[in-house]
């Protein structure tokens, strides 16, 4: 009987300055991290790895599949082993983030002002597919039942890789186990909701209609795709398209012609943003998280209710004297992240998701720091919405939008006091239409602690 191979502990020289895994792998990025024991892990094309992290080493171990179950992954000999290439990729390790960190302090102090309490966070290099997925389902969503919804389409429909403490780890299911008759009912069993339709749809779109080889297209030439050939990692090169892309080059160019010209003159990181808008379920959030995480376009900045009470809280966006707005339009949005780039430079994501980290609440203690008689929020089941002003439209239908503003009240607590007070979030979300429609309708629901529900249209 096959038996797994369980690698002994390796590491990998890096300070939590560079990279912090219990920051890096909570704030929202990946979804399938799992900490058991006071490791972490996950599968990573095809094999289980597990982490653990000192001051001066990440260590790292690899449980690879049996050989009956997984043929395609069949235990490497140790020399052939690219675990280390592996999470180097993953983890981006070739940006200097002390660098980095220099940089955005002197072009931005609250930057500067923030950021010490937040080192070691960086962008993870991840599978563009499994990050589409991934935040599709973060529509009008929390970290924690977002974890559980990629996690249910793992067990559901991927490959079963190795067993933790009695805990079962799948890899990731590709676009064809997704695509098949009957997953969207099976979803919505399992609790997806709409994102059920939005995710079958999109899986159909990259496994019948667009091709295993259109997300590559999209990504940024100067950032390997994970797992790419060792050479190419090390060179910095980006991901060379093979001659059997090329044989289907007419059929994938009429399909991608039909909805973004990718062969224009627009920047190549707005071309990878627009194309992945005509996807079902993809607003300018979800296509921007893909970008950053998925394809490697560092300047991208997605725009979720956190970022955008950050444009108003601490870069005056929104309006004159403080005044605030719930509202994120297509404008606004652009604005934003114009702005930021403006002021981070071509790493402008990798420097919002360390103020987007800061802006979690289960992250306060850490932002709070050593200051005495600061506030600590205590952490919910529910935990941060990431969710966004998404404006999910048809091509050549962008005028119409129904834009659904939600609040929820959290009860936040204090060591002064006794008594609680209210601190209210906003998460927006933009619901695709199917027709064109000059006005905007904004639907508010506000959230009582008594669980009562009072809805008002305007």
């Given at each position: 009987?096959?038996?797994?191979?369980v690698?002994?502990?390796?590491?990998l020289?890096i300070?939590?300055?560079?990279?912090?895994?219990?920051?890096?792998?909570?704030?929202g990025?990946?979804?399938?991290?799992?900490?058991?024991?006071?490791?972490?892990?996950?599968?990573?094309?095809?094999?289980?790895?597990?982490?653990?992290?000192d001051?001066?080493?990440?260590?790292?171990?690899?449980?690879?599949p049996?050989?009956?179950?997984?043929?395609?992954?069949?235990?490497?000999?140790?020399?052939?082993?690219?675990t280390?290439?592996?999470l180097?990729?993953?983890?981006?390790?070739?940006?200097?983030?002390?660098?980095?960190?220099?940089?955005?302090s002197?072009?931005?102090?609250?930057f500067?002002?923030?950021?010490?309490?937040?080192?070691?966070?960086?962008?993870?290099?991840?599978?563009?597919?499994?990050?589409?997925?991934?935040?599709?389902?973060?529509?009008?969503?929390?970290?924690?039942?977002?974890?559980?919804m990629?996690?249910?389409?793992?067990?559901?429909?991927?490959?079963?890789?190795?067993?933790?403490e009695?805990?079962?780890?799948?890899?990731?299911?590709?676009?064809?186990?997704?695509?098949?008759?009957?997953?969207?009912?099976?979803?919505?069993?399992?609790?997806?909701?709409?994102?059920?339709?939005?995710?079958?749809?999109?899986?159909?779109?990259?496994?019948q209609?667009?091709?295993?080889k259109?997300?590559?297209?999209?990504?940024?030439?100067?950032?390997?795709?994970?797992?790419?050939?060792?050479?190419?990692?090390?060179?910095?090169?980006?991901?060379?398209?093979?001659?059997?892309?090329?044989?289907?080059?007419?059929k994938?160019?009429?399909?991608?012609?039909?909805k973004?010209?990718?062969?224009?003159?627009?920047?190549?990181?707005?071309?990878?943003h627009e194309?992945?808008?005509?996807?079902?379920?993809?607003?300018?959030?979800?296509s921007?998280?893909?970008?950053?995480m998925?394809?490697?376009?560092?300047?991208?900045?997605?725009?979720?209710?956190?970022?955008?009470?950050?444009?108003?809280?601490?870069y005056?966006f929104?309006?004159?004297?403080?005044?605030?707005?719930?509202?994120?339009?297509?404008?606004?949005?652009?604005?934003?992240?114009?702005?930021?780039?403006?002021?981070?430079?071509?790493?402008?994501g990798?420097?919002?998701?360390?103020?987007?980290?800061?802006?979690?609440?289960?992250?306060?203690?850490?932002?709070?720091?050593?200051?005495?008689?600061?506030?600590?929020?205590?952490?919910?089941s529910?935990?941060?919405?990431?969710?966004?002003?998404?404006?999910?439209?048809?091509?050549?239908?962008?005028?119409?939008?129904?834009?659904?503003?939600?609040?929820?009240?959290?009860?936040?607590?204090?060591?002064?006091?006794?008594?609680s007070?209210?601190?209210?979030?906003?998460?927006?979300?933009?619901?695709?239409?199917?027709?064109?429609?000059?006005?905007?309708?904004t639907?508010?629901?506000?959230?009582?602690?008594?669980?009562?529900?009072i809805?008002?249209?305007?």
């Amino acid at each position: 009987m096959a038996t797994q191979k369980v690698t002994d502990w390796r590491k990998l020289p890096i300070s939590f300055t560079e990279l912090c895994i219990e920051t890096t792998l909570r704030c929202g990025q990946s979804f399938r991290w799992r900490k058991i024991n006071e490791q972490w892990h996950c599968v990573l094309k095809g094999r289980l790895i597990s982490l653990k992290q000192d001051p001066t080493h990440l260590h790292y171990k690899v449980t690879w599949p049996t050989c009956t179950a997984t043929p395609k992954h069949e235990h490497p000999q140790d020399s052939e082993d690219d675990t280390s290439t592996l999470l180097r990729n993953y983890f981006a390790l070739s940006h200097s983030l002390t660098t980095l960190y220099a940089q955005w302090s002197l072009s931005d102090a609250n930057f500067a002002r923030r950021a010490p309490a937040f080192t070691g966070i960086r962008i993870l290099n991840q599978d563009a597919w499994e990050t589409l997925i991934s935040f599709i389902c973060s529509s009008n969503n929390n970290i924690s039942r977002i974890s559980q919804m990629v996690l249910k389409l793992c067990t559901h429909y991927g490959p079963y890789i190795g067993t933790v403490e009695g805990e079962a780890f799948h890899d990731f299911p590709g676009p064809e186990a997704l695509a098949g008759e009957g997953v969207e009912a099976h979803l919505r069993e399992l609790g997806f909701g709409y994102r059920a339709k939005y995710i079958a749809e999109t899986a159909g779109c990259v496994a019948q209609v667009y091709g295993e080889k259109w997300l590559l297209r999209l990504r940024n030439p100067g950032v390997p795709a994970l797992g790419a050939a060792t050479k190419e990692a090390v060179g910095g090169g980006g991901v060379e398209v093979k001659k059997e892309e090329e044989e289907k080059g007419q059929k994938e160019n009429h399909i991608v012609d039909s909805k973004v010209d990718l062969d224009d003159d627009s920047p190549a990181y707005k071309k990878a943003h627009e194309a992945l808008l005509t996807l079902p379920g993809v607003g300018p959030k979800v296509s921007d998280c893909v970008c950053l995480m998925g394809l490697g376009w560092g300047e991208s900045v997605p725009i979720d209710t956190h970022v955008w009470q950050i444009a108003q809280r601490d870069y005056n966006f929104g309006g004159k004297g403080g005044a605030k707005t719930k509202t994120l339009n297509k404008a606004m949005y652009e604005s934003v992240g114009d702005h930021f780039r403006k002021i981070w430079g071509p790493q402008a994501g990798w420097a919002q998701s360390v103020l987007f980290t800061a802006n979690l609440k289960s992250f306060s203690e850490q932002a709070a720091g050593a200051k005495k008689g600061a506030v600590k929020v205590e952490e919910e089941s529910q935990e941060e919405l990431v969710t966004s002003a998404e404006a999910v439209t048809k091509p050549g239908k962008r005028k119409g939008v129904v834009v659904k503003v939600e609040e929820s009240e959290e009860m936040v607590a204090t060591t002064l006091a006794a008594k609680s007070r209210k601190r209210k979030t906003v998460a927006v979300e933009v619901i695709p239409k199917a027709e064109p429609e000059a006005n905007v309708q904004t639907t508010t629901t506000r959230t009582l602690r008594s669980s009562k529900r009072i809805k008002s249209q305007v």
